[in-house]
């Protein structure tokens, strides 16, 4: 490939992921799914040994304590496995290695595991949609994380649970489901101006704005594992994305969790797992640009109009998950569990076993696949100015909250139809890999009636 194509190619999708990511970092409330809590509830309460088995809080502190030898087992498995598997994996530095030789402090796993160490990952609550607020005070946003929140989480639906107290399996998972949305994945690249980004190991941001506080997240939540080649050779920083990784470490931890009896903490990792699962199946996080053939994005570097073509993949974006989210929720606090958006995500029996490398292959793959028609769909059903008018901002346009109505007054009742059912099938495909996911988890059997304990 000649290096003069290449050049503005390259230039067209940095700026890409930069508005890409400037849109994610203008507004909070519309990252991926929005709310992975409430995304996951209509999959959660169809199982009701979920629901209504319990396990009991554990502190941290006390499952590193307790499990120090396994875990430092199980890291090193997930780094060899990582360093076998994920080409552009950058391997964890040897001072962070977690071992038998320092004291098992939450510190040391933070680094070791290499997620922001500024949150609490105290024992809390995402209250679910069906149960009936405690009497004692909320938690406050600002307890759980150092990001200023959106609407959703500045709500009071945050409790702190006492160690040894009992929880839901389905309120860990929910819970845990939304936490690296927190801030986890944040900071964590040697420009982003923390401390353990520079002792990290993953270099420099590979795309986005290092400055903005959002888009560092970004490598971790988008999984970009099916570039074609002119891309992969034009922009090989966008195959510096993590999402895997976090899943095959997540999935382990939980693996180790549930074989050694802490069952809080196995739920609770699987539910972080759950969420890079989650995001991957939203195409605007599987592939850079939906429904832009690469002949197309060329194209448009030539007539010098790339700017125009990111400008409304950004808009797509954000206008269908504020749409979703708007939808979703409705749904949900309206308790309407037939509606078919609900419906879609209800339980999808899978219980087969899972690699973690070819089930996340498959499912961006899926999620490339379905990313064409899903913006066509956005393109032909939304108001023109907000997905089709490369002039318009929607990050902050204020219309979030009234998009729903203002797409069934300017295009009426069937679009909204056609809209539900492009976001159905994405949800449909988040239920599926979702189910099989959560199948990972152990549920232990209650002592049937007569059987001594
Ligand atoms: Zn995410």
Not at 89 to 95: A, F, M, Q, S
Not at 250 to 264: C, P, V
Not at 265 to 272: D, V
Not at 394 to 414: L, N, Y
Request: glycine residues 8%; proline residues 7%.
């Amino acid at each position: 490939m000649n290096a003069m194509l290449i050049r503005p190619v390259r230039d067209f999708l940095n700026q890409t992921i930069a508005v890409a990511c400037l849109a994610l970092t203008l507004v909070p409330s519309v990252w991926a799914w929005s709310d992975h809590a409430s995304l996951v509830w209509p999959l959660l309460r169809s199982q009701p040994e979920l629901i209504h088995q319990t396990v009991a809080a554990e502190p941290l502190d006390a499952f590193l304590i307790a499990e120090q030898e396994g875990i430092a087992r199980t890291l090193a498995a997930v780094e060899s496995w990582s360093v076998a598997t994920m080409e552009h994996y950058p391997p964890t530095p040897g001072d962070l290695r977690w071992g038998t030789d320092h004291p098992p402090t939450a510190e040391r796993f933070f680094a070791a595991t290499r997620v922001n160490p500024m949150l609490p990952y105290r024992l809390y609550v995402d209250l679910s949609p069906e149960r009936a607020q405690p009497e004692q005070a909320p938690l406050s946003w600002s307890e759980l994380s150092f990001l200023g929140g959106g609407s959703s989480q500045l709500a009071a639906r945050y409790w702190a649970v006492e160690p040894g107290q009992p929880v839901s399996i389905a309120e860990v998972i929910a819970s845990a489901n939304d936490e690296p949305d927190f801030g986890m994945d944040i900071g964590l690249f040697e420009d982003n101006g923390t401390d353990f980004g520079q002792r990290y190991g993953f270099g420099i941001q590979p795309f986005g704005n290092p400055n903005l506080e959002y888009s560092s997240q970004a490598p971790f939540h988008m999984g970009f594992y099916h570039l074609d080649w002119l891309t992969r050779t034009a922009q090989p920083a966008l195959q510096r994305t993590y999402p895997l990784w976090r899943i095959g470490l997540f999935g382990e931890l939980a693996e180790l969790a549930f074989t050694t009896g802490h069952d809080y903490w196995g739920w609770r990792f699987l539910g972080w797992g759950l969420h890079y699962v989650g995001d991957l199946t939203q195409p605007y996080h599987a592939i850079p640009l939906p429904g832009v053939g690469t002949a197309d994005a060329l194209w448009s570097v030539v007539q010098g109009k790339t700017g125009e073509l990111v400008q409304l993949v950004s808009n797509r974006h954000g206008v269908i998950e504020s749409y979703q989210y708007q939808r979703l929720t409705r749904a949900l606090e309206a308790q309407q569990w037939s509606a078919p958006l609900l419906e879609a995500i209800a339980d999808h029996a899978d219980n087969s076993t899972l690699e973690y490398d070819s089930f996340v292959m498959a499912l961006t793959a899926d999620s490339v696949e379905a990313a064409a028609d899903f913006d066509a769909a956005i393109a032909r059903n939304v108001p023109f100015r907000f997905v089709s008018d490369p002039s318009f901002e929607w990050t902050g346009s204020g219309f979030e909250q009234s998009i729903v109505q203002r797409v069934a007054d300017e295009q009426g009742e069937p679009a909204i139809a056609e809209l539900d059912a492009a976001v159905i099938v994405q949800l449909a495909r988040f239920s599926a890999v979702a189910s099989r996911w959560i199948a990972r988890g152990r549920v232990t059997k209650p002592p049937s009636q007569g059987e001594s304990q």
